[in-house]
């Protein structure tokens, strides 16, 4: 019993380190004292908890104190998707962007203006409304942490805070839009 339980768990191991799995491990961002500017609170919160939570890197109030400033925005948008015989909408998408730009103490752009954007299909019914609102809160709330994220990533692409013109950071543009439903 107690052999096979080792050979499962030496063949679980085997096969997440083949698969290419890691944990995230510690960012080692180039900046030491980042301030965020313009992000809603809870954004900056989430920001500010996995900055400060997976490096030794310190988010600041003021940008005069910080090394680098995060400036974003953000933006959610709703479309209708798919449309019944009666003309009556029956599926949304829900678009989340997060625009931002990074910039050093001295002006010194290190991420020019990027925009990270992503979409979620969600199907409406008028007799689910209120359930309906509270799943695109959900959805949007998904998409909001799901950008944070990538923008975490994004921010350990910045190696120093006075790169050279063949150094720098490109900027990013939004993804494409959703693919057409399935017939």
């Known amino acids: 019993m107690i052999r096979r339980s080792f050979l499962a768990l030496v063949c679980g191991t085997t096969m ?3 698969c290419g799995f890691q944990l995230r491990g510690q960012q080692n961002y180039a900046f030491k004292r980042l301030a ?5 609170p809870v954004v900056a919160a989430r920001l500010t908890r996995m900055i400060e939570g997976g490096s030794d890197t310190v988010v600041v109030k003021s940008p ?4 680098a400033v995060l400036s974003v925005t953000e933006g959610r948008a709703q479309s209708v998707l798919t449309l019944n015989t009666a003309g009556a909408a029956e599926e949304y998408a829900l678009t989340y962007s997060l625009s931002y730009t990074l ?3 001295d002006g010194a752009l290190l991420i020019p203006p990027s925009v990270i954007q992503l979409n979620r299909a ?3 019914s008028v007799t689910y409304a209120l359930a309906k609102v509270q799943e695109s809160d959900l959805l ?3 998409m909001q942490n799901d950008a944070v994220d990538q923008l975490t990533r994004r ?3 910045v190696h120093s805070l006075h790169p050279a013109p063949n150094e720098l950071t490109p900027g990013v543009a939004p993804r494409a839009p959703l693919p057409p439903p399935p017939l």
């Open 16 to 18: 997440l380190a083949a």
């Open 36 to 40: 965020i500017v313009g992000a809603q």
């Open 64 to 67: 005069s104190n910080a090394d």
């Open 103 to 105: 910039t050093g103490a």
């Open 122 to 124: 969600m199907t409406y």
């Open 140 to 142: 949007y709330a998904d």
């Open 155 to 157: 921010l350990s692409t």
